[in-house]
């Protein structure tokens, strides 16, 4: 199923409109399950060029512009979308695309039970405020940075079929669409409807917007803050053998003013090894062979989306890889993929992809449980990738 491009000019009709929001391509649900609480949902392919055009040319007719500039109610429409079953999502960087269909898991109890102390509740209840109060692991797995966020939408419009979709669209400061929801059952058509009279903009004229390239999350390309002959690597080399958790990884790179590629390149002996282009398409067919879940990260500054499943369907559509099952599309332009990093950090294996320009692409880990805690044919996979030439790269011992 190839993305299609569409085209969209400042003005445009309803029938583009819903172009860009669903293609004709996509399957949509039975009309069997048409009434059903829960009707399963199959994966659209979504467009996401010239979709600030097309939405805003619709404002008072099939768009509504919504209040969700940064932490104002964007985590509050996010909250809310909770409550509407069954939903498809989308989002994607310049170079890789995420699409899951599913009913996004809420806030356990553990966060959200009253501990007796009113301050530590309150502040609780923020944290889980700017989670949205949800989106943790299950088939709908974000991370949300809302202080990227700036602009959002209410559509409402027949698809290609004539069947009625019901979408938020969520753009950064730029335009540039950064999340994609989709109502992908009938029985909470009603509480959308509320959704969006509950934060309905009073001004629906269209949002002034920031030149390209100024937006907080907006790609720029990658440079390495500290030149390589100023980094303390003793010191460097031993706060990266401390690590136990990867998070504290983004620490470090603060601490040492680090680029993310020049910290792998200046990594501890053995903990880094450069991989080939190729091994990208090498580990996709490796873990289908394999029926190995992983989980796969798309990030474009503003959204996290997490894949994490077995792959099974996987195929080459020109520039992209594909990964297809009913529920879920994963989609990396492999063309622009210029070369990839095998990572190891406190016992955990990963592996990043980056373009020419030293933008990360997508980040890939294995999955791992209570049972298979060091998940060791992920890790077995990872070290048989190919790796770059050898005056390039290290490889793990």
């Known amino acids: ?54 939405v805003v040319a619709q404002l008072g007719q099939t768009a509504t512009r919504l209040r969700a500039n940064g932490m104002e109610a964007a985590p509050d429409i996010m909250t809310a979308v909770l409550d509407l079953g069954q939903i498809r999502v989308s989002s994607s960087n310049e170079n890789a695309q995420i699409t899951r269909v599913g009913i996004p898991n809420r806030m356990s109890g553990r966060w959200t039970e009253p501990s007796g102390d009113a301050e530590k509740d309150r502040q609780q209840r923020e944290r889980n405020r700017a989670n949205a109060n949800g989106y943790f692991e299950g088939p709908i797995d974000l991370r949300l940075r809302f202080t990227e966020w700036a602009h959002a939408f209410a559509v409402v419009a027949p698809d290609s079929h004539g069947r009625v979709r019901r979408s938020l669209l969520f753009f950064n400061a730029e335009g540039r669409e950064i999340l994609r929801l989709t109502l992908a059952n009938t029985a909470h058509e009603a509480a959308f409807d509320q959704l969006v009279m509950q934060f309905r903009s009073d001004d629906q004229s269209a949002p002034p917007l920031q030149p390209a390239g100024t937006a907080a999350g907006a790609a720029t390309p990658a440079a390495a803050p500290t030149p390589d002959a100023a980094i303390d690597l003793a010191a460097y080399h031993a706060a990266w053998n401390q690590i136990t958790d990867v998070h504290q990884f983004n620490r470090i790179l603060r601490d040492f003013k680090l680029g993310r590629e020049q910290a792998l390149r200046l990594a501890p002996p053995g903990k880094t090894r450069e991989l080939a282009p190729e091994s990208l398409q090498a580990l996709f067919d490796g873990a289908a062979a394999r029926g190995l879940p992983i989980m796969v990260f798309v990030s474009n500054g503003a959204v996290t989306q997490i894949h994490g499943d077995p792959v ?82 290290r490889r793990l011992n």
Request: hydrophobic share 40%; charged share 20%; aromatic share 6%.
């Open 1 to 54: 199923m190839p993305l299609k491009k569409i085209s969209a000019h400042r003005h445009v009709g309803s029938g583009l409109l819903a172009a860009v929001l669903v293609l004709s391509a996509c399957s949509s649900l039975p009309p069997q399950h048409r009434n059903a609480t829960q009707a399963p949902a199959t994966v659209a392919t979504t467009v996401t060029a010239g979709s600030w055009d097309a």
């Open 312 to 393: 099974h369907d996987v195929r080459r559509v020109g520039d992209w890889l594909e990964v297809e099952d009913p529920t879920s599309l994963l989609r990396v332009r492999i063309a622009r993929v210029a070369h990839g990093w095998q990572i190891e950090r406190g016992g955990i294996y990963s592996v990043d992809y980056y373009d020419a320009d030293g933008q990360l692409v997508t980040s890939l880990f294995g999955v791992r449980s209570s049972a298979h805690p060091v998940p060791t044919e992920w890790i077995d996979l990872v070290k048989s990738l190919p790796g770059a030439d050898d005056h390039a790269g």
